[in-house]
């Protein structure tokens, strides 16, 4: 029985997140604990998570806390390093980096850096991300018992963070191997990227359509043709419905628009705004031939 405590009053995702990785990395965890403040049998006690709060930083007791002095790292950055996994998470999930940032500059100084005016930032909150913090803030005992939903949640979350990872390193492993890219234009195939659209095709017997298949799209396309400015598209196995191809469009609107494949035989569905369609599972040879003809 183990249980973990943290700090009292506004929760951010800071605290959210490092118990929902918690929860999910420690099975025996079954409580977790809102207060003020820690008892020193609390805070040396190294069978309780100590997270943001007690100013100690020490993971030989379980404790991750930031405030004792001037650091770059919140609660969550602390404990992704105490499980050496730092670097992995901020290659699957950008976001991190942010959330580490805002935490410890706060949220003004960090829009400031970056030129971002708070209407900005405000119309780009997570309606989702807020419910569940605030849910969380609400409470004083989160456990097995009390507030049991929101336990199962926050231990759901952490073990989908982690998943991510392993998917995210799967899918990369698996798309080196089977990534075609290729460049095409009303003549064809060709071999200067600046005479077409730049494609980049991956087309698997089991699709997995996740957003960190885009990640690693966008990834390859920047590290292959880091100065291409031009429009390009992804093509990738999809299931919906089965068997069949998704195009997706990047960039600018006056090379390619999708919605042309409409009238052709096997295409299931073209948006009218152009960016996206999706075809029936063909050759990449008659692939070709469609994203050919959405050539403007």
């Known amino acids: ?11 951010h995702l800071d605290d959210f997140l490092s118990v929902c990785l918690i929860t999910h990395k420690d099975k025996s965890v079954d409580e977790i604990i809102r207060q003020a403040e820690l008892s020193e049998y609390e ?45 992995k998470v901020i ?31 405000f119309e780009l909150e997570s309606f989702i991300e807020s419910t569940f913090v605030e849910l969380f803030q609400k409470v004083k005992v989160v456990s097995k018992k009390k507030n049991k939903l929101l336990f199962v949640i926050m231990r759901m979350i952490g073990k989908r963070f982690f998943e991510g990872i392993e998917t995210y390193q799967r899918l990369e492993r698996n798309f ?7 460049t095409i234009s009303k003549e064809g195939v060709e071999e200067d990227p600046s005479k077409g659209i730049l494609v980049l095709i991956y087309l698997t017997q089991k699709p997995e359509y996740c957003s960190h298949l885009f990640r690693i799209f966008h990834k390859y396309k920047k590290k292959l043709f880091p100065n291409y400015r031009g429009s390009w598209v992804i093509a990738f196995s999809y299931d919906r419905p089965e068997n069949s191809i998704q195009l997706k469009r ?35 040879e008659e692939l070709y031939t469609y994203i050919q003809h959405a050539l403007l």
């Open 176 to 182: 080196e191997s089977q990534l075609n890219v290729i």
């Open 1 to 11: 029985m183990t249980k973990i405590i943290t700090h009292s009053g506004i929760s």
């Open 43 to 87: 805070l040396n006690n190294s069978s309780i998570w100590k997270v943001d709060i007690g100013k100690t930083h020490n993971s030989a007791i379980k404790a991750f806390d930031h405030h004792q002095e001037e650091m770059d790292d919140c609660a969550f950055s602390l404990l992704l390093k105490y499980w050496d996994i730092w670097q």
């Open 91 to 121: 290659e699957v999930y950008s976001w991190v980096t942010s959330v580490a940032e805002i935490d410890t500059l706060g949220l003004g100084k960090f829009l400031e850096d970056r030129r971002i005016l708070y209407e900005k930032y």
């Open 250 to 284: 990047y960039g600018g609107t006056s090379q390619i628009n999708l919605s042309k494949t409409r009238s052709m035989e096997k295409t299931h569905f073209a948006h009218e705004k152009g960016f996206v369609a999706t075809v029936e599972s063909m050759s990449e």
